[in-house]
């Protein structure tokens, strides 16, 4: 199992959308921790090339996380309305709409490509893979982690032949990984704790880890390492748009929204979110595409208030730093966190 070999318990979460580099994911990696390259909205050619670029710079292990397709189209019905309602946001940023439309990220053939390049893991989320893909990659010898956000969901994955679960508190920012129906929200060591006392697989924290103290506490509570985002955004290697950056870095708070991509997901509350959330229908990848050349015009204007600012509630702790010193400084603080809580439990 990789996570008994890493030096430090840090995964890096995959990030995906642009802060996601191969840098970043060789600094964690190099650290001693798990990094993460991003397949999402990438092309099965673009993430094999991130794979040979990775393992051209380093021989430490790391992992490539893929987006499970959705089950089906959403009715252009129940999107339609929303499109137009967001018809005067393009007016005032000067860009079309994007058209709405559902793909699979390239499914079939990065999963080909991944089988042949045999990554060390592959995490999925956003849906549990069939078994039979399971079962294709772990026999290219990759370790196949399931991205989960209830116990239910966390039985299909097992179900499946999940090797560890990654999971996902509510607190975590970005896109919401759940997929079995609708959801409970369960905060990060709720979940854990219910799912350590089955014992059933290595469990991966995510969500508002953001300190040592914290990652302490999911270690406590069972999971074998922690998946940190949010506290790598402001690291130089990160791809992160500047105006990101900057609202990160102000005390500011979060919410779930479908705003932008017609998928829950958390972020940094402004206008955008304020003014749309309530009218944003479920329908993921389609209102993604929509909303895509607005987000990309706010990012080149920095106007923070047209762009996914996607945060877990505890982002003002990131810091600017070098993510091999994050990665450190984290493991170092939970390693003192859990020294002084086993004196205090005495």
């Known amino acids: 199992m990789i996570l008994d070999d890493l030096d ?19 600094a964690v990696s190099e650290a001693g921790g798990l990094g ?28 490539v996380n893929v987006f499970t397709p959705p089950p089906a189209a959403a009715d252009p019905q129940s999107y339609a309305p929303y499109v137009e309602r967001l018809g005067e946001e393009a007016t005032r940023a000067g860009v079309p709409l994007g058209e709405p439309r559902c793909d699979d990220d390239d499914w079939d053939a990065k999963l080909d490509a991944l089988a042949e390049l045999a990554v060390p893991v592959v995490s999925f989320v956003f849906g549990c893979p069939p078994a039979g893909v399971v079962a294709r990659l772990r026999a290219s010898g990759i370790a196949v982690w399931i ?74 509570a069972g999971a074998r390492a922690a998946q940190v985002g949010t506290a790598f955004l402001r690291c130089p290697e990160a791809g992160t748009a500047e105006v990101h950056r900057a609202a990160l870095a102000e005390p500011a708070p979060t919410a779930i929204t479908r705003a932008f991509t017609g998928k829950p ?22 209102i993604h595409h929509v909303t895509a050349p607005l987000r990309q015009a706010g990012r080149r204007r920095g106007d923070a208030n047209v762009v996914n600012l996607w945060a877990g509630q505890t982002h003002e702790l990131a810091a600017a730093q070098p993510a091999a010193a994050v990665a450190r400084r984290l493991a170092g603080e939970a390693r003192d966190a859990l020294r002084r809580a086993s004196g205090r439990a005495v």
Request: hydrophobic letters at 50%; zero cysteines.
């Open 147 to 220: 991205t989960i956000t209830t116990p239910a969901e966390a039985g299909q994955a097992l179900a499946a032949g999940a090797d560890a679960l990654v999971v996902q508190g509510y607190e975590a920012g970005g896109h919401r990984a759940s997929f079995a129906g609708e959801e409970a929200p369960y905060g990060l060591l709720a979940l854990l704790q219910l799912l350590d006392a089955q014992q059933r697989a290595p469990l991966v924290a995510a969500g508002g880890l953001a300190s040592g103290r914290g990652i302490a506490g999911a270690l406590a």
């Open 36 to 63: 993460f390259l991003a397949a999402g909205y990438r092309t099965a050619a673009d993430m094999a090339e991130q794979v040979r670029s990775f393992r051209a710079v380093s021989r430490r292990p790391f992992g």
């Open 8 to 26: 430090i318990p840090i995964v890096l979460a995959p990030l995906a959308g642009g802060p996601a580099t191969v840098e970043l994911a060789r």
């Open 265 to 286: 997901a958390r972020g940094i509350v402004n206008r955008f979110m304020r003014e749309h959330g309530d009218a944003a229908p479920a329908a993921y990848p389609e």
